[in-house]
């Protein structure tokens, strides 16, 4: 056995098993432990055609999983809260482990002075299959958090955290790191329906098996909430960041900017929801890989329905990559229609949407001083327009009081100009879990 399947089988359970807290509890603030455990079975599969030179290649895994799930946590109203969930998961292609805990200190048994949270994960491909494209990993991340006046209706907070990634054998597309940092977070309108926050960030992250690409990280974020209970508001979220790379030969330092307005808000007898969501590169030098970009994505969607009763949406898409003479630019536009319902015995989300997009690609790249080619300028590859279909199945089917069956599918195919581009991808996630 490998050092990490030994890893995972400690670690434990799936990525994706749902696990419900039951069994017997204590009064509240007794301090007994609850715990509860699940047991399900499943079927994976991931399908991805695309053009590769001038034959088309089908990347298929596919896999049959055992998963079993323990979970145990403090009851309500004790001043040390706790609770851990550790996970596995034995497949035809894969060990997989995972375990979740989180510790919280309570003075007055309600407000936390101080937090602790931490995962670690671990994948491991078994030797006997023919799907060895994907190294043995490791992954772990933990956070400590302290609060200044927890139960006010203003807060700071001060946040260190560490973790990293472990690839057993790394490439170029897989490359081992460790990073640690701290913020400090102000926080205002706990306690009303308005509220908001500032934070700043230093993060530094190093890559041992490529040290050049090691970087500083710094940033600046802040967040409004307006949302109420009934999920009608605004909400408006900025991030900045700085990220220096140590050295810029390599790949060059940048600025990137984040930002997102959600809102859901009464017109006549429908609820209008949408979002718009900004990424934005900056370079402090362009190359042929590394351009200066902005992608703009948008949603607008009228709502009929309420928690009770099924909801439905329509509305229409659209996303625009806007990134100078780069092949990749491109208009997006597309119609969306979906429906969800929720209840004790059967949930169902879903969506469906079509679209068509356009790209505007009609220079050349520009000449990359750092690269010794003199051919950059002739012709390269370009993308080309299609006609796409999005379509996502999220539904809970309870069978028995006790018994489950779980489905998450996605499916999205891709219909270009130039047929030999054409392209899909597609993956099936199904579950049947019991809970005991």
């Given amino acids: 056995m490998k050092l990490s399947q030994l890893a995972a089988g400690l670690v434990t359970?799936?990525?994706?098993?749902?696990?419900?807290?039951?069994?017997?509890?204590?009064?509240?603030?007794?301090?007994?432990?609850v715990w509860s455990w699940s047991l399900a079975a499943g079927y994976d599969t991931y399908i991805h055609t695309f053009p590769l030179a001038t034959d088309d290649t089908t990347t298929t895994i596919s896999e049959m999983a055992l998963l079993v799930g323990l979970e145990g946590r403090s009851t309500p109203g004790v001043v040390h809260q706790w609770r851990v969930r550790p996970e596995f998961s034995y497949g035809t292609e894969l060990w997989r482990g995972r375990i979740d805990a989180s510790y919280q200190y309570r003075p007055d048994r309600q407000s936390s002075s101080f937090r602790l949270d931490g995962f670690g994960v671990a994948r491991s491909y078994r030797g006997e299959t023919d799907y060895t494209l994907t190294s043995d990993t490791i992954e772990g991340r933990i956070t400590a958090r302290g609060f200044l006046s927890p139960a006010g209706a203003t807060m700071g907070e001060l946040r260190l955290m560490a973790g990293g990634v472990q690839y057993w054998d790394p490439s170029i597309l897989e490359v081992s790191y460790h990073d640690f940092g701290g913020a400090a977070?102000?926080?205002?309108?706990?306690?009303?329906?308005?509220?908001?926050?500032v934070g700043g960030l230093l993060r530094q992250r190093a890559y041992p098996d490529s040290s050049v690409i090691d970087r500083?990280?710094?940033?600046?974020?802040?967040?409004?909430?307006?949302?109420?209970?009934?999920?009608?508001g605004v909400r408006i979220f900025q991030r900045s960041e700085r990220r220096l790379?140590?050295?810029?030969?390599?790949?060059?330092?940048?600025?990137?900017?984040?930002?997102?307005?959600?809102?859901?808000?009464?017109?006549?007898?429908?609820d209008l929801t949408g979002d718009i969501q900004s990424e934005i590169?900056?370079?402090?030098?362009?190359?042929?890989?590394?351009?200066?970009?902005?992608?703009?994505n948008t949603v607008f969607?009228?709502?009929?329905?309420?928690l009770s009763a099924w909801t439905w949406r329509a509305g229409l898409a659209a996303e625009k990559l806007t990134a100078g003479d780069s092949p990749e630019s491109y208009n997006q536009a597309g119609m969306r229609v979906g429906v969800e319902h929720y209840s004790s015995r059967f949930t169902i989300s879903t969506s469906v949407e079509y679209g068509l997009r356009d790209y505007r690609f009609t220079g050349t790249i520009p000449k990359d001083t750092e690269n010794t080619l003199d051919t950059v300028e002739s012709p390269i590859f370009t993308y080309s327009d299609f006609n796409y279909w999005e379509l996502w199945l999220i539904t809970t089917w309870s069978l028995a009081p006790r018994l489950s069956l779980d489905v998450l599918a996605n499916y999205e195919p891709e219909s270009h100009t130039e047929r030999v581009d054409d392209s899909a991808i597609a993956f099936l996630n199904v579950r049947l879990v019991w809970r005991p």
Avoid: M
């Avoid at 500083?216 to 009608?232: H, I």
């Fill in 281 to 296: 590169w900056q370079y402090e030098k362009e190359t042929a890989a590394y351009i200066d970009s902005w992608r703009l």
């Fill in 245 to 270: 790379i140590r050295d810029e030969t390599v790949r060059p330092s940048a600025w990137t900017h984040w930002s997102t307005l959600e809102w859901l808000l009464p017109l006549g007898g429908f």
């Fill in 185 to 197: 977070y102000f926080r205002a309108g706990r306690d009303a329906t308005t509220q908001f926050s």
């Fill in 216 to 232: 500083t990280v710094t940033a600046l974020e802040g967040e409004f909430d307006s949302v109420s209970r009934t999920g009608r």
């Fill in 301 to 306: 969607l009228l709502k009929i329905g309420g």
């Fill in 13 to 33: 359970l799936g990525l994706t098993l749902p696990v419900t807290a039951v069994g017997k509890t204590g009064p509240t603030g007794s301090g007994r432990a």
